[in-house]
């Protein structure tokens, strides 16, 4: 499966975004799917995962109800809905997905998208 991801840019503190993470060549319900983030200088981090319905969800405890991971797998996307943006969720973000791993080690993920950037204003 090949991996979009797509939605970044600037926005001030306390703004929002919702990033998207489209699919192609596989079939997108197979998938477990997660957001990992890396910001400048710092190693890469796991932000949240979904289940390949949707049904389990798990964010890390840094975005814990700010951020919203959610799929369409009819239209083979992913989101991430991001409000209550701080400066230190400046990063590029990336999606990546997985047919059998469901956890938070990214190196378990066997697809990954190019990554999208994020930049938070203060």
């Known amino acids: 499966v090949q991996l979009q991801a797509s939605g970044g840019g600037l926005v001030q503190t306390g703004g929002s975004l919702t990033l998207s993470c489209a699919a192609s060549?596989?079939?997108?319900?197979?998938?477990?799917m997660g957001w990992f983030r890396q910001a400048p200088g710092k190693e890469r981090e796991f932000v949240a995962r979904i289940s390949w319905s949707g049904g389990s969800t798990v964010y890390a405890d840094s975005v814990k109800g700010r951020f919203t991971i959610s799929r369409d797998n009819a239209k083979n996307t992913m989101y991430l809905q991001m409000n209550g943006l701080k400066p230190e969720d400046t990063a590029v973000y990336f999606c990546?997905?997985?047919?059998?791993?469901?956890?938070?080690?990214?190196?378990?993920?066997?697809?990954w998208g190019q990554g999208t950037l994020v930049t938070v204003s203060s």
């Open positions: 060549g596989g079939t997108f319900s197979n998938y477990r």
């Open positions: 990546a997905g997985s047919r059998t791993y469901y956890g938070g080690d990214g190196d378990r993920y066997e697809y």
